[in-house]
């Protein structure tokens, strides 16, 4: 299984973003996206259901991101509106293979993506 993530970049703040995370090799998974800001730990973000039917959010982005998927590319999308300095950070896809644990928690996901830079200047 890979995951590739792409999208990342310098916006200004009140600008928007779109990350994407194509899968290869397992497909109709439960996938999540995670930050790690910088010198700080890595958080939640958003996850998704294989279907699409069900997502979830971090407190700190409900309402302002938006994760979507599109199972005929495997790819799962989080778009990011409303951006704020402190959503600067690297941006982690990951990829829950069995879909039974919650999915907020990094242990839950059993393969990760490189991670993709995002920049909000203020």
């Known amino acids: 299984v890979q995951l590739q993530a792409s999208g990342g970049g310098l916006v200004q703040a009140g600008g928007s973003l779109r990350l994407s995370c194509a899968a290869s090799g397992l497909s109709f998974s439960r996938m999540g996206w995670f930050r790690q800001p910088p010198g700080k730990e890595r958080e939640f973000v958003a996850a998704?259901?294989?279907?699409?039917?069900?997502?979830v959010y971090g407190d700190s982005v409900r309402g302002r991101f938006t994760i979507s998927r599109d199972n005929a590319k495997n790819t799962v999308y989080l778009q990011m509106n409303s951006l704020k300095p402190e959503d600067t950070a690297v941006y982690y896809c990951a990829l829950d293979s069995t879909g039974r644990f919650n999915p907020l928690r990094e242990r839950t996901y059993d393969y990760w993506g490189q991670g993709t830079l995002v920049t909000v200047s203020s």
């Open positions: 998704i259901g294989w279907s699409g039917a069900s997502t």
